[in-house]
Antibody, heavy 122, light 107 residues
Framework: EVQLVESGGGVVQPGGSLRLSCAAS????????IHWARQAPGKGLEWVSV????????MYADSVKGRFTVSRDNPKNTVYLQMNGLRVEDTAIYYC???????????????WGQGTLVTVSS | EIVMTQSPVTLSVSPGERGTLSCRAS??????LAWYQQKPGQAPRLLIY???TRATGIPARFSGSGSGTEFTLTISSLQSEDFTVYYC?????????FGGGTKVEIK
């Protein structure tokens, strides 16, 4: 069974940092791109970032560019999201999600992890 | 950025009836559209990709159609477990973008 498990969420002050992890199992991890998306409390979904299967390509939403960094450790089957300069508006549940298909393009998500809550508050 | 607009925001339907959800893109996304279902307290679940292909394990009462800028998710006969929130997502251009969601509620 394909499974993604996020961890690392918590409460942090504005301007602080947090590193999220996404541990994967049940598939050949090094073959698939992994996305991060978020959902503010009671709001809709927002795409955040993607990292390619080999880690060579990363992309970010404008709202997090320059503050967030995505990376992966393929031998550990884990993707990381380093979040610096956190703002109140970054408060959300953060989900990692697997590209359903390997290869270029086709950036829809299946499955998603259960999410980890990040709260930015003073 | 491609803006995805879902309508209606809330859809009131009786169990057993058909539900029709719309998603409009601000520019053509061809057939590069996915639909997700999200139940309270849960992660989203993929329903449809490629505008009309059902994901594995998705019941046949869910169907997707459309291309370009206009898309539809149809639930042919709403079951109790279908009353929840649905999102569309385009993957034609970066950044990837989602619609604001449609909540399907019991009439």
């Amino acid at each position: 069974e394909v499974q993604l498990v996020e961890s690392g969420g918590g409460v942090v002050q504005p301007g602080g940092s947090l590193r999220l992890s996404c541990a994967a199992s049940g598939f050949t991890f090094s073959t698939y791109g992994i996305h991060w998306a978020r959902q503010a409390p009671g709001k809709g979904l927002e795409w955040v970032s993607v990292i390619s299967a080999n880690g060579a390509t990363t992309m970010y939403a404008d709202s997090v560019k320059g503050r967030f960094t995505v990376s992966r450790d393929n031998p550990k089957n884990t993707v990381y999201l380093q979040m610096n300069g956190l703002r109140v508006e970054d408060t959300a549940i953060y989900y990692c999600a697997k590209k359903m298909l390997a290869g270029v393009g086709n950036h829809w998500f299946d499955p998603w992890g259960q999410g980890t809550l990040v709260t930015v508050s003073s | 950025e491609i803006v995805m607009t879902q309508s209606p925001v809330t859809l009131s339907v009786s169990p057993g009836e058909r539900g029709t959800l719309s998603c409009r893109a601000s520019q053509s996304v061809s057939g590069n559209l996915a639909w997700y279902q999200q139940k309270p307290g849960q992660a989203p679940r993929l329903l449809i990709y490629g505008a009309s292909t059902r994901a594995t394990g998705i019941p046949a009462r869910f169907s997707g159609s459309g291309s370009g800028t206009e898309f539809t998710l149809t639930i042919s006969s709403l079951q109790s477990e279908d009353f929840t929130v649905y999102y569309c997502q385009q993957y034609s251009n970066w950044p990837l973008t989602f619609g604001g969601g449609t909540k399907v509620e019991i009439k």
